[in-house]
């Protein structure tokens, strides 16, 4: 069979998943129909519908979409089944039932934005970062009855540097893995792939580290009980989105603040607490961690534009104990 005859379903519904989905159309592959999210509601009063990024581009394609509330639904079901799929392909989807990924004869592989059996979950970009990980990667494995646990096919690493955030690695893995998805399915049709139990990758001694879904309470900055390297990484693994966030006191007042962006600072007061901020009142805020001090370089109040901080301490009347908490 040649690609141009495998017919393949493709589901996913963000940004992350138009590279893949781009990289198979343009590569010639036979994609015949994409499954995505439904819809959903935009403005003030939800009162306009906004396409994901999946459907708009399947649909400047002329590919067949759809878009099923349940996935279970005999309806979708038989939809699914009439396209015919040889080979299901999902990047950035949802959890699939049992009669939707075991349907095509050739199965359905999933690609996901970790070095797995490392990062099972729905944030592995974020996690990888939060914990200080110096490299991470794609991997292609085929799908089964526990999420992200099915065998390897492919996998590629890349460093993180100190200084990326989520929105770097993010972009280099997104063509990074329409890359990977393609040669997968080219090795899947040339016969040639051997699938790895992840529990082959798994040592006795291994931690195996989970990436769950980030919450709002889960992006506050402890100030506390972080050091200045761990304040750092948990910043940039929430940057841009949802984005680090913390309290700030000043003159008796407390505003919530999102940090996108921060350093660790060449200068420190140590007779200062944990969370305690000095500035110059023009282009620096550092605040104070138990073991040293990072300098903010980008932050948004509530209500507010994002913004570095030179413009940011323009606008801002700054008191004299101001800390965040």
Request: with cysteine; aromatic share 6%; proline share 6%.
């Amino acid at each position: 069979m040649t690609k141009e005859d495998l017919r393949i379903v493709y589901m996913g519904t963000p940004e992350f998943a138009v590279e893949s989905l781009k990289c198979l159309v343009e590569g010639g592959y036979n994609v015949v129909g994409v499954i995505t999210m439904p819809d959903k509601p935009i403005g003030r009063h939800g009162s306009v519908l906004q396409s994901s990024p999946v459907k708009q581009y399947a649909v400047s394609k002329g590919i067949p979409v759809l878009q099923p509330e349940k996935l279970k639904n005999p309806e979708f079901i038989e939809q699914l089944r009439s396209l015919k799929a040889d080979l299901q392909i999902v990047v950035a989807f949802r959890m699939l039932p049992e009669v939707v990924w075991a349907m095509p004869p050739m199965g359905t592989f999933n690609l996901h934005a970790s070095l797995l059996p490392q990062y099972r979950g729905a944030a592995p970009i974020n996690w990888a970062i939060i914990n200080g990980e110096k490299e991470t990667g794609i991997t292609t494995f085929f799908l089964k009855h526990e999420i992200d646990t099915g065998e390897i096919i492919q996998q590629e690493r890349i460093p993180i540097g100190e200084n990326d955030d989520v929105e770097t690695v993010h972009d280099k893995l997104m063509v990074m893995g329409g890359r990977l998805v393609t040669e997968t399915v080219d090795n899947i049709l040339a016969g040639t792939i051997k699938p790895l139990p992840q529990e082959k990758l798994v040592k006795a001694t291994d931690e195996l580290k989970p990436a769950p879904k980030i919450f709002h309470d889960t992006c506050k900055i402890n100030w506390q009980d972080m050091n200045a390297a761990q304040v750092h990484n948990f910043i940039r693994g929430l940057s841009p989105y949802p984005a680090a966030w913390t309290e700030l006191v000043n003159d008796g007042k407390r505003l919530s603040v999102k940090i996108f962006k921060a350093v660790k600072s060449n200068i420190c007061k140590p007779e200062l607490l944990p969370g305690d901020i000095f500035t110059d009142g023009k282009k620096r805020i550092t605040v104070t961690t138990k073991d040293g001090c990072i300098d903010i370089l980008r932050l948004q109040l509530a209500g507010k534009k994002r913004m570095d901080t030179g413009d940011f301490l323009r606008g801002f009347k700054c008191g004299e104990d101001m800390r965040f908490e």
